[in-house]
């Protein structure tokens, strides 16, 4: 497929998308099967990409969007859920699959199911965040499901060198599987830490929102591709620079952070919707690869196909609620159990602003986290790369049911889970009222925060105010900014009959005044990240917040332009 014909997919990926959105329906299914029933039009040309375009351009910056706006604290709240599914299930589902595909099909060596299993084993980071963002799941669920689905492809991916390195006779950097596992993630997260300090560096340097805007942007490809040179996880790099350059956004001016927000939102809109298409646009041509070019019995395939998309389907709530039951006695045994006399707490010493994500999992959550493990691009992208032929010159053992399995199960998850998955999350009726309450007393108390850190700044610029500013217009003018920011008005209206106005155009006091306004907005920036720094203040809250005030610093600051 020429260029042309991908813009046009990628045209009517979006005009697709759009159209889901105002019917109310999930995007990603919906272009997803629009995909699939124009892959069997004749005459239809098959879209295919080699797997390092879709593993080192379309990958990296989809999960680093997701990583820029994930929470650190959050992250390390969650960790040991986010390792269970992200690192451990990926491990475990990958050997099932193994024993289970190596059972069924004759010709696959165990090698070789390893592969598969590695291919099949990650949940696709693109499809878990927007199904359950469009769903309203609530905040610790995506929390452990974005969490999960931005490591899970770094442990998959390595496994799969591992056995691909195995079956085909050739070599990785590191010859011992575990120490090739240790070092890919060492080496992967190494990097991106680096060159996210080093960006953030350079930004602090540029005062050029459109420089540092496309700073940001070339810093996933950087980060997988300078990974994947050194032999380390590409996609560990990109999660953990999204990671610390996210933390860090508080330090990048306003207009860098308004540019920032609206071009990543755009490059996920752009690329979420090529990436369904492109999935359902392989159908055709995968089944015919598979049953005309290779002349694999139909029922093997299918059997084998539809028992590995069964087992990966069964094997995530089984391990998510083994794990529960399994600490549920552990706590139970522990309760009855006396504690030594030298060991007991009183329970009354307990904080009482324990975090509310570090609760315990009910019921309804781990259902939902079970019905949540969709396969989606990475999968595809896996399978296409198995190898053709191996180092002695032999056929990779299996690789068209490789690859026709791995679609199946990609297909199969998305339509069967993420269709649903919605009636699940009704059925459930999982209340985020806790959720809920702890924002909303999140926001007032930053509310206070931030007015009394901009009382501060007023108070401390009119005891020292600006050359050439008369204090009593200063504090009039300081007055009408303390109602605007309490209700939420206009700070600057364009009323030529206003006195304050009048005045102060006479007077020319504009920069005195767009001075005290940019105190009092970095006074409350400085004072919303302190909180958030100290643990009082969580990072959504802390980056809607911040958000509003770039606003206000943009609408303040055209507003002088626009008298200058």
């Keep these: 497929m020429n260029g042309v014909q991908l813009l046009l997919v990628v045209i009517a990926a979006i005009a697709v998308t759009g159209l889901a959105h105002r019917k109310g329906l999930q995007p990603p299914l919906v272009v ?13 040309p098959q879209l295919e990409l080699e797997p390092h375009i879709i593993l080192g351009i379309v990958l990296p910056p989809l999960l680093y969007s997701t990583a820029l706006d994930f929470s650190v ?81 770094a442990a998959a991916l390595t ?40 960006v953030l560096w350079i930004r602090k340097r540029l005062h050029d929102p459109g420089l540092e805007t496309v700073l940001g942007l070339v810093v996933p490809f950087s980060a997988y591709l300078l990974a994947e040179e050194l ?20 330090t990048a001016g306003f207009a860098t952070r308004l540019q920032e927000r609206q071009l990543w939102s755009s490059i996920d809109a752009l690329l979420e ?25 139909v029922g093997l395939v299918l059997s084998a196909s539809l028992l590995v998309l069964l087992t990966v389907m069964v094997i995530r709530p089984v391990w998510i609620f083994a794990f529960a039951s399994g600490k549920k006695l552990i706590r139970q045994g522990l309760r009855t159990a006396p504690a030594p006399e030298n060991q007991r707490v009183d329970s009354g010493l307990r904080p009482a602003t324990a975090k509310a994500g570090t609760r315990g999992a009910t019921w309804q959550t781990n259902a939902l986290l079970s019905w949540t493990g969709m396969r989606g691009v990475v999968t595809l992208a896996a399978a296409a790369g198995v190898p053709v032929l191996t180092e002695a010159g032999e056929p990779f053992p299996g690789r068209s049911v490789i690859q026709f399995t791995a679609f199946v199960v990609a297909v199969g998850t998305l339509l069967i889970q993420g269709l649903t998955l919605p009636i699940l999350v009704k059925r459930l009726d999982i209340s985020s009222e806790v959720e809920h309450a702890k924002e909303m007393q999140e926001r007032t108390y930053a509310r ?23 204090p009593a217009l200063l504090e009039g003018i300081a007055e009408r900014f303390r109602h605007a920011q309490e209700t939420r008005e206009d700070l600057l209206p364009d009323d030529e009959d206003d006195p304050a106005l009048r005045e102060l155009a006479r007077k020319d006091l ?55």
């Design 73 to 153: 604290p959050k992250f390390v709240q969650n960790i040991q859920p986010i390792l269970r599914l992200g690192v451990v299930l990926v491990l475990v589902t990958a050997f099932v699959v193994a024993g289970v595909a190596w059972k069924a099909v004759p010709e696959m060596t165990f090698g070789a199911a390893l592969v598969l299993g590695a291919v099949v084993g990650p949940p696709d980071a693109v499809t878990a965040v927007a199904i359950g963002r469009s769903l309203g799941v609530p905040n610790r669920v995506m929390t452990i499901l974005t969490g999960e689905s931005l490591i899970n492809d």
């Design 231 to 250: 032999h380390g996880s590409g996609v560990l790099a990109v999660v953990m620079a999204g990671f610390w350059v996210g933390h860090n956004s508080t």
């Design 32 to 44: 997803l099967v629009v995909g699939l029933a124009a892959s069997f039009i004749p005459g239809m």
């Design 510 to 564: 504009t920069r005195g005044v767009r001075l005290l306004r940019q105190r009092m907005l970095t006074a409350q920036r400085q004072a919303l990240i302190a909180e958030r720094d100290a643990g009082n203040l969580d990072d959504e809250v802390l980056r809607d917040l911040l958000e509003q005030l770039d606003y206000e610093e943009a609408a303040t600051a055209t507003s002088f332009a626009a008298r200058m």
């Design 448 to 470: 206070e925060v931030s007015r009394a850190a901009s009382r501060q700044a007023v108070k401390d610029t009119l005891a020292d105010p600006p050359d050439g500013c008369d």
């Design 273 to 297: 919707a090529f990436v369904f298409a492109y999935m359902g646009l392989q159908m055709k041509f995968i089944i015919d690869d598979v049953f005309g070019t290779h002349h694999e019995p």
């Design 159 to 198: 496994l799969f060198s591992v056995g691909v390195a195995a079956v085909t006779g050739s070599h990785t950097v590191v010859d011992n599987p575990a120490l090739f596992f240790v070092y890919t993630s060492v080496v992967g997260t190494l990097v991106g830490l680096v060159l996210a300090v080093v």
